[in-house]
């Protein structure tokens, strides 16, 4: 089991940065691969940016240059820097980590952090 707790969410005008920080009740250089989606109203949830056990990063071209994740091994932690954020960048995010054990692959989500970027 992994639990993950966001954090950082919030309200930014468009143009401004948000730092989002997803915490990992474990090692997160265990885990196969730790990042985030974000699911906007109406819409299905996607992928934003993910960071695998390698090192190996991947994002959403809509975020491509302007978002940036990293790991930060000491806080067992991943973040999510935001920058030049749009209005369609509005939805709210999760982290999300994946695990393959023999036993099979298993996903964890966290609870999600709304971000709001006003026009």
Known sequence: QVQLVESGGG??????????????????????AIGWYRQAPGKQ?????????????NYADSVKGRF????????NAVN???????PEDTAVYYCNAVDRTPSGRFEYWGQGTQVTVSS
């Open 11 to 32: 309200l930014v005008q468009a143009g401004g940065s948000l730092r989002l920080s997803c915490a990992a009740s474990r090692r997160i250089w265990t885990l196969n």
């Open 45 to 57: 949830r996607e992928l934003v940016a993910s960071v695998t056990s390698s090192g190996s990063t």
């Open 68 to 75: 940036t994740i990293s790991r930060d091994s000491t806080k």
């Open 80 to 86: 999510l820097q935001m920058n030049s954020m749009k």
